[in-house]
């Protein structure tokens, strides 16, 4: 049990480091543009994103299935699953939005700007879908070590706490999981 513990912890300072180095990196591709060879397009990325973004959604509701059956085998696969999942989201989004220029809601002409008549064709609707980006990424940001930490508390063995920390994050996984996809059909029809 000891040496759980001392694996807990330093499992937790990785989760602390990784998710320090994710938050950088994030704010960072907002900044940074990294050119791409002519004729390149990653614009295939942003519906990969959000079909990503719907299976770790499904997989997360299929280990909460196998968990309230007591599969205990089959959640923990499902639970592997919806983190790779996510690493690969996180990382082909961190590459689209380090080379691709962003897209606004409402620019219909995609010059990067919206005038004053594109802001009235999408009236209220911008800000609905402002309020769902907005909660979507800050719930992301914030979840994330908390993710981290729950896997590695069942990881650990430390099962109790596991399942009292699962009750809340799980929720929120789920609710950035299944924004992201929403957020991206939204804004589906400004894409270049």
Known sequence: ?????????????????????????????????????????????APFHATINGLTAVVLLVALYFIKQKNIKAHQRSIYLALG????????????????PETLYGDLNHDGS?????????????????????????LAALILPFILFTFI???????????????????IWLYVAITGPIAYYMLMPYYP
């Open 153 to 171: 508390r069942a990881y650990t063995g430390q099962v109790e706490r596991h399942r009292k920390m699962a009750r809340w994050v799980f929720p």
């Open 1 to 45: 049990m000891e040496r759980n513990l001392q694996l807990a912890k330093q499992l937790n300072i990785a989760a602390w480091i990784v998710t320090g180095a994710v938050l950088a990196l994030v704010g960072l591709m907002r900044q940074v543009k990294i050119p791409i060879p002519e004729g390149w397009d990653l614009g295939f990325l």
């Open 85 to 100: 999942l996510s690493v690969l989201f996180l990382l082909s989004y961190v590459a689209y939005h380090f080379t691709t």
């Open 114 to 138: 919206l005038s004053a008549e594109e802001l009235a064709a999408v009236a209220g609707s911008r800000t609905w879908y402002l309020v769902l980006l907005l909660s979507h990424i800050v």
